[in-house]
């Protein structure tokens, strides 16, 4: 076993037994068990830690470094379900490649990526157990800015980021992350903590605390708990909105609406005057594209929010493609990027209609 890896393990081990001090004189019962999470393109070896009664409960994803599901991961997992967390811990990397060069780790990156939002994904689905809305996640060293990245899709509500030994924050800290996010960072004198505190935390956009740091972590996650702006809010298009999802998709997405008109108008680009259909298919693409700022602006009935607010993005993504064909008068990408709309709604009408 390396030097490194043995003192991840001795860190880890330290931060639950800083947690079970923490902890009541008897904890609640838990259960515990080795699950497989299967998704679309991704297979993926688990264990799910949960209070044994209960529905509803926050959750939290384990992402650690070494992704073998044994020793302190598991012990950590248990230990969040003693404090009303549903626990999911992850073997995201079986083929161990986050060790491997930085060349291998790039090839492979999409792959550990695919993997951690599928885990996170089967968690939020784990309805009545999961509030699908409350999800979070922790990661090691290697796997921290997958946890940062997790937050940018939308998946997660808060996240921590744990540096076991290297006093440093992580690299390439985005300004504005897009979840409140807690660096717990090893190795480091109390003078050096305050000062990454006072060099990190300046934004408000994160904190910092140092590890061994269990207990500010649960303070961190329970904040999370109750916290409704934890999912990262999306302001309105105005205080006095008042049209509804159900609005948008009669008015814009149906084949009435203005999606379909876009169709006619690319039908008869070819005709005498394109001009004219070039000029009203950009307008109703652009139209398209705006919709979505609507959509991010409601909240489903059905399903989680970060996970609307997902759906909406990519469907975001495929109008700004259309757009841009239309503009660039591109008629068979144009009507290839309008075939694929649909295939956004499908997914999204599964999880939200």
Known sequence: ??????????????????????????????????????????????????????????????APASSDLKGAVLEAARDLASHGFVALA??????????????????????????LTAAADWLARQRPLVDPQRINAIGWDEASP??????????IHVGVMIESERCAAPENLPAAPAAPMLLAIGGCTPEQVQELKASVEAGGAYRVASA?????????????????TAVPAMPPASSTLVVTIRDIMRVINSDDGV??????????????????????????????????????????AKGSLAGWRRHVTEYRTATQTLLKAVERRDLPDAEQALGRLPQSCGSCHADHR
């Not at 076993?1 to 079970?20: E, F, K, T």
């Not at 009203?280 to 979505?292: D, G, I, M, W």
């Open 1 to 62: 076993m390396s030097l490194r890896l043995r003192r991840r393990q001795i860190l880890l081990s330290l931060l639950i037994c800083a947690a079970g001090s923490a902890s009541a004189q008897k904890p609640p019962a838990v259960s515990a068990s080795f699950v497989k999470v299967q998704a679309t393109g991704a297979a993926v070896s688990g264990y799910l830690a949960k209070p044994a009664a209960g529905s509803g409960l926050p959750a939290v994803l384990l």
């Open 90 to 115: 992850v073997d995201y990397d079986p083929e161990h490649v986050s060790q491997e060069s930085d060349l291998v780790q790039s090839v492979a990156a999409e792959q550990l990526s695919l993997r």
């Open 146 to 155: 997958r946890i940062l990245k997790l937050a940018q899709q939308g998946q």
């Open 212 to 228: 061994p740091a269990w207990s500010e972590i649960y303070k961190f996650l329970n904040e999370a708990v109750v916290r409704d």
């Open 259 to 300: 999606r379909g008109k876009l169709a006619r108008l690319l039908a008869g680009s070819a005709s005498a005057g394109a001009e004219v259909q070039w000029d009203q298919a950009r307008s109703h693409a652009a139209v398209l594209v705006e919709s979505c700022d609507w959509l991010l602006a409601l909240r489903p």
